[in-house]
């Protein structure tokens, strides 16, 4: 079946510091990616998403570009801040069907 | 656009009560899936309900019930309650032109 696969957390950076959070999936056919963001005592927020090979999301300075050669979806972000932390999740949509999550990555970033 | 909302809040119950949660969808959007987020097993699908249908359920007892309502909004039950059913629970409205989940902050429950 369908299913997605993050980097362990938690990552630890300082502020303007450079992240990357690695993503892979699998999935037949052709899914949707999704990044959403989960700030302490909240639900999910959609921070970007893409629908297809080569499509680049983007929002707030984060990106993540569909790669399907690769099968991977990593976030990125050039100068992260201390607003920034928060619990990261990737997800995959195939068919319309129900969103499939990872494991989540928890992000602190320090001043 | 108001968002989804999820009333209520937080929930505390005992083992073996019941328990009903309520979202309301964005304006518009008539599907509407159900999610049960723990620490040890992170986000699971429960169901998904479309124009007051249930279209996908997730693996989960049949405990774990829900319903939509004709103006979309919808609500679940859970019965019978274990110590495990102890979760954040998040409703979804699914924008289907563009295959879009947006989240409500989710009822917080404490079973003990």
């Known amino acids: 079946g369908d299913s997605v696969t993050q980097m362990e957390g938690p990552v630890t950076l300082s502020e303007e510091a450079f992240l990357t959070i690695n993503c892979t999936y699998t999935?037949?056919?052709?899914?949707?990616l999704f990044w959403y963001v989960q700030y302490p005592g909240e639900g999910l927020q959609l921070l970007l998403k893409?629908?297809?090979?080569?499509d680049k999301g983007s929002n707030k300075g984060f990106e993540a570009t569909y790669r399907k050669e690769t099968t991977s979806f990593h976030l990125e972000k050039g100068s992260v801040q201390v607003s920034d932390s928060a619990v990261y999740f990737c997800a995959l949509s195939n068919s319309g069907y129900a969103l499939n999550f990872g494991k989540g990555t928890s992000l602190l970033v320090t001043p | 656009k108001a968002g989804v909302t999820q009333t209520p809040r937080y929930l505390i119950k005992t083992r073996g009560q019941q328990v009903t949660l309520s979202c309301s969808p964005i304006s518009g959007h008539r599907s509407v899936s159900w999610y049960q987020q723990t620490p040890g097993q992170g986000l699971q699908f429960l169901f998904e309900?479309?124009?007051?249908?249930?279209?996908n359920k997730g693996n989960f007892p049949g405990r774990f019930s829900g319903r939509q309502f004709s103006n979309s909004r919808s609500e679940m039950n859970v019965s019978t309650l274990e110590l495990g059913d102890s979760a954040l629970y998040l409703c979804a409205s699914e924008d289907r032109l563009t295959d879009t989940q947006y989240f409500g902050p989710g009822t917080r429950l404490t079973v003990l």
């Open positions: 999935a037949t056919g052709y899914p949707s």
């Open positions: 893409a629908t297809k090979a080569d």
């Open positions: 309900y479309f124009s007051e249908t249930q279209r």
